[in-house]
């Protein structure tokens, strides 16, 4: 399984941002996916996240990003997208896509990361 963003880039206070993330090598509908950050000296936090098609796409946001980004997923296209509006200097980071599958055990993957810069 390969995850790969794109989207990413440099971007005012206040503006907007699509990420998108594409999987290949996977069944992508079958996957829990979720979108992580990694700010400058900071630890990797979770965003949001979206379950898999068999459970139904509900989707859950840290709280600072609440009401601001939204996650969604095209299965026909075997990509998930993160909507990123309002965006905020704390929101600079790096971002990564995460693909979890539970077959037995728990399979996890990521991407390589896309940055966002939000300047003030």
């Known amino acids: 399984v390969q995850l790969v963003e794109s989207g990413g880039g440099l971007v005012q206070t206040g503006g907007s941002l699509r990420l998108s993330c594409l999987m290949s090598?996977?069944?992508?509908?079958?996957?829990?996916m979720a979108w992580f950050r990694q700010g400058p000296g900071k630890d990797r936090e979770f965003v949001g996240g979206?379950?898999?098609?068999?459970?139904?796409?509900?989707?859950t946001y840290q709280d600072s990003v609440q009401g601001r980004f939204t996650i969604s997923r095209d299965n026909a296209k075997n990509t998930m997208y993160l909507q990123m509006n309002n965006l905020k200097p704390e929101d600079t980071a790096v971002y990564y896509c995460?693909?979890?599958?539970?077959?037995?055990?728990?399979?996890?993957?990521w991407g390589q990361g896309t940055q966002v810069t939000v300047s003030s």
């Open positions: 090598g996977g069944a992508f509908s079958r996957y829990d």
């Open positions: 979206i379950l898999n098609d068999r459970i139904g796409p509900a989707t």
């Open positions: 995460n693909a979890v599958i539970i077959v037995g055990s728990s399979y996890s993957y």
